[in-house]
């Protein structure tokens, strides 16, 4: 009997076959992976990048001795005197996108933009006309809300990350 040394039509179409569907399942995967890699470092930022802002502003509203008017609903900054004496001023900027204070500390870098943002006070049975311009008052809670998300635009639907931030503070000093 004479047998060849070689492979039949039949068994390199099955081969080749299998081959070809392990390497699209591996490139699949490979590819999810990156995507989902890249959605996690833009998300990771810009969560970062809140976070801080409101640790920043918690710390210092909670501590404040007052809080001036600029805090009624819809406005986008908020005065804080401190007990030192110095005043700092924290504002949103839409028109830049970034969370800034006074003392020229930016809270948010420059990888992410500001959306929205509002501080609304919840003012004490006391203090009646606390929201008026020009008054002073202690607010028994203040509320920070703003959206970051991140600034470069991207065509990937997978590297968009939004994310809604929102806190009350109570002030220590009420």
Known sequence: MNRSKGFTLVEILVVVGILGIIVVVASTIFFTTIRSSSKTKVLTTVKQN???????????IRDSQEV???CTSGMASIKV??????EITFSCDLAQGLIASSSGQRLTSSDVKVDTCSF??????????????????????????????????????????????????STRNY
């Open 120 to 169: 609304d006070c919840n003012c004490p049975a006391a203090y009646p006309n606390c929201a008026s311009a020009g008054a002073k008052f202690y607010p028994k809670t203040i509320t920070i809300k703003f959206t970051l998300s991140q600034l470069a635009a991207t065509v990937r639907p997978e590297e968009e990350a939004s994310v809604n931030f929102q806190t009350t503070v």
């Open 81 to 86: 005197k401190r007990f030192d004496g110095s």
């Open 50 to 60: 809140g976070d801080y802002a409101l640790t920043v502003m918690e710390r210092l």
């Open 68 to 70: 001036s008017s600029s």
